[in-house]
């Protein structure tokens, strides 16, 4: 299986991805037909999904540190409850990563929930088709045409202010997710010189004679420069790390909150974290893995500096595309594996709480004898939080969202 995953890390290269996204948004900018609707909310909410990309380690995360077997499937990495570099206690079973006390504050103000042992339908070991399935909402990899925020956007009652705003990619390709038939807009760090007024303004009547598409999608992107310029982010050119560095995530987060957080802004959101695939040297209370998990920790805290006055409606939700090995490698890390945890985080969150039907760590309590057992889908984790946030209708969102899910209920009493 060894050889399989490096592989497949292997091939998990920009060039597929960035020409999937480039042709997505490309031509993504017609609004589909809609359908019915239940009535949405009176409160103003705000969607923030983050992809962590290369599939973390649930138990490194939130290590089950209660479990009795769960110090010897990890020699080497384990966290202790105790000592120096103790866990953060949440409940007296599971423990919190010492990389993450914004997190641990933000569960001590029942603003976070921890989801564990979660997992989408797909049970295959493949980096690109589990994103596929987790961004598509689709019920296998490889129908990719859209994805289920971009359907969520579409099926939100039309002129209705959260779907005419569309929904905001961050990153310079669009995330899968984001993609479809409702409008999209895109943002990313600046980091390349921004094109002059006169060049914009030369392009726009250049595409409105000979490509309306072309002219919508340069329009879409006006308004969002627009917008960040009012929010301040559109300074000089800035250098930093990239989306797999504390840095990054950091400033990733802060133009995603400044976006988002602004009155005039899109109300839904994606982006993604890279650098999650730990087969060497994944580290415990310090190392590699412990960086990336302090770099969320910082974006958490971003977003909810950034977005202040809007964070009492805010649910910011944090996935990956499957989980890692229950035991330790030989190269002290751990493989692709499938059951690992979700975040929800912001003042919209009904949180202090780990949601969990715990399957247990022993050897015949794993999945496939090696990986940590699902027990909660994460689609229905999903589910859970846009239909109360927005009042999308279960039948809207089996049918539409996540396709061909009818027989999976969305989580209840997720959302304050």
Same mark, same amino acid.
Not at 242 to 255: F, K, L, N, Q, S
Not at 295 to 324: C, H, I, P, Y
């Given at each position: 299986?060894?050889?399989?995953?490096?592989?497949?890390? +292997?091939?998990?290269?920009?060039?597929?991805?960035?020409?999937?996204?480039?042709?997505?948004?490309?031509?993504?900018? /017609?609004?589909?037909?809609?359908?019915?609707?239940?009535?949405?909310? /009176?409160?103003?909410?705000?969607?923030?999904?983050?992809?962590?990309?290369?599939?973390?380690?649930?138990?490194?995360?939130?290590?089950?540190?209660?479990?009795?077997?769960?110090?010897?499937?990890?020699?080497?990495?384990?966290?202790?409850?105790?000592?120096?570099?103790?866990?953060?206690?949440?409940?007296?079973?599971?423990?919190?990563?010492?990389?993450?006390?914004?997190?641990?504050?933000?569960?001590?103000?029942?603003?976070?929930?921890?989801?564990?042992?979660?997992?989408?339908?797909?049970?295959?070991? /493949?980096?690109?088709?589990?994103?596929?399935?987790?961004?598509?909402?689709?019920?296998?990899?490889?129908?990719?045409?859209?994805?289920?925020?971009?359907?969520?956007?579409?099926?939100?009652?039309?002129?209705?202010?959260?779907?005419?705003?569309?929904? #905001?990619?961050?990153?310079?390709?669009?995330?899968?997710?984001?993609?479809?038939?409702?409008?999209?807009?895109?943002?990313?760090?600046?980091?390349?010189?921004?094109?002059?007024?006169?060049?914009?303004?030369?392009?726009?009547?250049?595409?409105?004679?000979?490509?309306?598409?072309?002219?919508?999608?340069?329009?879409?992107?006006?308004?969002?420069?627009?917008?960040?310029?009012?929010?301040?982010?559109?300074?000089?050119?800035?250098?930093?790390?990239?989306?797999?560095?504390?840095?990054?995530?950091?400033?990733?987060? +802060?133009?995603?909150?400044?976006?988002?957080?602004?009155?005039?802004?899109?109300?839904?959101?994606?982006?993604?974290?890279?650098?999650?695939?730990?087969?060497?040297?994944?580290?415990?209370?310090?190392?590699?893995?412990?960086?990336?998990?302090?770099? #969320?920790?910082?974006?958490?805290?971003?977003?909810?500096?950034?977005?202040?006055?809007?964070?009492?409606?805010?649910?910011?939700?944090?996935?990956?595309?499957?989980?890692?090995?229950?035991?330790?490698?030989?190269?002290?890390?751990?493989?692709?594996?499938?059951?690992?945890?979700?975040?929800?985080?912001?003042?919209?969150?009904?949180?202090?709480?780990?949601?969990?039907?715990?399957?247990?760590?022993?050897?015949?309590?794993?999945?496939?004898?090696?990986?940590?057992?699902?027990?909660?889908?994460?689609?229905?984790?999903?589910?859970?939080?846009?239909?109360?946030?927005?009042?999308? /209708?279960?039948?809207?969102?089996?049918?539409?969202?996540?396709?061909?899910?009818?027989? #999976?209920?969305?989580?209840?009493?997720?959302?304050?």
């Amino acid at each position: 299986m060894a050889d399989h995953d490096d592989d497949d890390c +292997e091939r998990m290269t920009p060039s597929r991805r960035a020409i999937l996204g480039a042709a997505g948004a490309l031509f993504a900018w /017609s609004f589909v037909p809609k359908f019915a609707y239940a009535a949405a909310g /009176s409160r103003d909410p705000r969607f923030l999904l983050v992809i962590l990309r290369g599939a973390l380690d649930g138990l490194s995360a939130v290590p089950p540190i209660g479990d009795p077997a769960y110090a010897g499937l990890r020699e080497g990495i384990a966290l202790a409850k105790d000592g120096p570099e103790a866990a953060l206690p949440l409940d007296g079973f599971f423990y919190l990563h010492p990389a993450m006390p914004n997190l641990a504050r933000l569960y001590k103000q029942g603003q976070a929930t921890i989801v564990h042992a979660a997992a989408t339908g797909y049970r295959e070991r /493949s980096h690109f088709d589990g994103q596929d399935v987790l961004e598509s909402g689709q019920p296998g990899a490889g129908r990719t045409e859209s994805g289920w925020l971009n359907r969520l956007i579409a099926n939100l009652p039309a002129g209705e202010d959260i779907s005419r705003k569309g929904v #905001l990619g961050v990153g310079v390709v669009p995330p899968l997710v984001v993609r479809g038939g409702a409008p999209v807009l895109g943002w990313a760090p600046p980091r390349m010189a921004r094109a002059g007024s006169d060049l914009t303004m030369r392009l726009a009547d250049l595409y409105g004679q000979r490509d309306p598409g072309l002219a919508r999608a340069l329009a879409q992107a006006i308004e969002t420069e627009g917008l960040a310029q009012r929010r301040g982010m559109a300074g000089e050119q800035r250098g930093g790390g990239g989306p797999d560095t504390a840095d990054g995530m950091r400033r990733i987060a +802060e133009g995603a909150a400044a976006l988002v957080g602004a009155d005039d802004g899109p109300r839904i959101a994606a982006l993604a974290f890279e650098g999650w695939d730990t087969h060497a040297n994944e580290g415990g209370a310090k190392g590699r893995l412990a960086n990336l998990l302090g770099g #969320l920790d910082g974006a958490f805290a971003a977003f909810e500096q950034g977005m202040a006055s809007v964070w009492k409606n805010t649910v910011v939700m944090v996935a990956t595309e499957f989980g890692r090995t229950a035991a330790v490698n030989g190269t002290t890390g751990t493989d692709h594996g499938t059951g690992t945890v979700a975040f929800l985080v912001g003042g919209g969150v009904k949180g202090g709480r780990v949601v969990a039907d715990w399957p247990g760590l022993k050897s015949e309590q794993l999945y496939q004898n090696r990986d940590l057992k699902p027990t909660t889908d994460i689609r229905a984790v999903a589910k859970g939080v846009v239909s109360e946030l927005f009042g999308l /209708s279960g039948p809207i969102l089996a049918e539409k969202v996540f396709p061909e899910t009818g027989d #999976l209920k969305p989580v209840q009493g997720l959302v304050v």
